[in-house]
């Protein structure tokens, strides 16, 4: 009898070391793929990832005045929530671009979290070719707006709408500008 008890708790301390050693190997696979990459992102010279808020996401979707099948993009999508706030409740084809890692697979996580209709693309946004975006929403540092305003001059057709949180478009006349608490939120019309 005591035979049996002993290899039975001999069996359950190996499931218990084995358990313990996948939870370890688990924790250093999500440190290493998205705590590192969405810390990194958080102190990244071009944009960090600092999320709007759902009150301003908001604002800048009514702002836009979406139409069902428009196609709209989030340049630096974070963790995805515009597009997948626009595709959920506008029917748009929204795509987000997002270069980090971390802040890609986050928005990815969302997405999918949310029934998978909006697009998460994991690139950086000046390889992305514009010329069929209708909607472009951003919340970029100045210095990277000045490559995007090259990109929508050179690609982007007249009408296309632009909304930016917080930064101008250097030169710019903006169409509409909403405060929003301590966001502003600035329309720009090719
Ligand atoms: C201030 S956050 C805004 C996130 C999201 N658009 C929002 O409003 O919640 C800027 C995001 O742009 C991403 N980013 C910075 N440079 C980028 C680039 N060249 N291409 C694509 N994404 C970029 C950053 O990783 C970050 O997630």
Redesign the pocket.
């Given at each position: 009898m005591e035979k049996f008890i002993k290899s039975d708790m001999n069996y359950l301390l190996g499931i218990v070391t084995l358990f313990c050693l996948f939870l370890l190997l688990f924790l250093i696979f999500i440190i290493l793929t998205i705590l590192f990459p969405l810390v990194s992102?958080f102190f990244?010279k071009?944009?960090?990832?600092?999320?709007?808020s759902m009150k301003v996401?908001r604002e800048m979707l009514k702002i836009a005045s979406l139409k069902e099948g428009e196609r709209v993009y989030?340049?630096?999508?974070?963790?995805g929530?515009?597009v997948i706030e626009a595709a959920r409740h506008y029917k748009v084809k929204a795509i987000g671009?997002?270069?980090?890692f971390g802040?890609w697979l986050l928005a990815k996580l969302r997405n999918f979290f949310y029934g998978g209709k909006a697009i998460i693309l994991r690139?950086?946004?000046?390889r992305i070719n514009l010329s069929s975006a209708q909607t472009i929403?951003?919340?970029?540092l100045p210095e990277?707006m000045a490559d995007l305003e090259k990109k929508i001059k050179k690609e982007c057709f007249p009408g296309t709408k632009i909304i930016s949180?917080d930064f101008k478009i250097k030169d710019w006349q903006p169409e509409k500008i909403k405060k929003v608490g301590h966001s502003t939120i600035y329309l720009y019309r090719v």
């Open positions: 992102s990244s071009e944009a960090p990832f600092v999320p709007t996401v989030d340049l630096g999508c974070g963790d929530r515009i671009v997002e270069k980090f802040t690139d950086d946004f000046r929403f951003c919340y970029l990277i949180h």
